[in-house]
């Protein structure tokens, strides 16, 4: 079954999240069932970016042809995985390779091919992105992916996000927990502003975190791939 695929690419380190600085390639595949205000990566779902259909098959080996020998990890992205039934052949085909398959996902949309995935990342949003989380769909996900390595990844832009992140955090307390700086300008190609208020607002999170008595055991990360590149894409 075909997937639409808006880039691929890769070897470069996973930025985000529990297995951040793991090298990993990346599918980025097209159309999102959201519409974050604040989404970075929009030219999946807003019409400006353009897909192709591709057969599992053929991600495999555009895969081996961009990354050769030098990777054993493949993030699955988007825009929102979950809307491709595809995937589930592209993840055994990565398992045949050896390779393990991580997928970012707001758990809003079940696929069964979750089950398989290695590091599956849970991020809900939260009300600055202008989403409503229906919390009974991420029961039942959070239920399903009980003996998966999954994690939860809030990203944060201000105090009533913590907050939302505090909430999610008490119903799921078993659940791997993280908070992520948002990034407010995706456009800029300023790199040395752009890094300058995004260790700001790292700085700011550290701070809600640290008196927080209720994410004590929660983790609290940058982005660390906008630190490095900035806006750029493919990295
Ligand atoms: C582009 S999304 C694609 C996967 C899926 N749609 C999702 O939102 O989880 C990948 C990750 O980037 C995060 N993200 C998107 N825009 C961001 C921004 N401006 N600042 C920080 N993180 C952002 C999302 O919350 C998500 O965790
Ligand atoms: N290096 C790097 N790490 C990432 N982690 C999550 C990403 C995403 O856009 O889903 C991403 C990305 O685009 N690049
Ligand atoms: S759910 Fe993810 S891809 Fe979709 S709009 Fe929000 S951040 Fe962007
Ligand atoms: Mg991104």
Redesign the pocket.
Known sequence: MRIPVMEIFGP??????MVMGQKTM?V?TAGCDYSCSWC??KFTWDGTGTSVSKQPTEIVEELIQTGGKAFSHV?I??GNPALHKGIGELVDLCHLQGWKVAV?TQASLWQEWMIEIDDITLSPKPPSSGMKTDVTKLDVFIEKLQNANVSLKVVIFDEIDFAYAEKLHQRYPAVPFFLQTGNEDTATTDDLQLVTTLLHRYEQLIDYHIQSPIMNDAKVLP???TLVWGNKRG?
């Open positions: 470069t380190i996973q930025g985000e999240g990346f980025r970075d990566s993030t992205s988007g970012e982005q660390l791939h990295v």
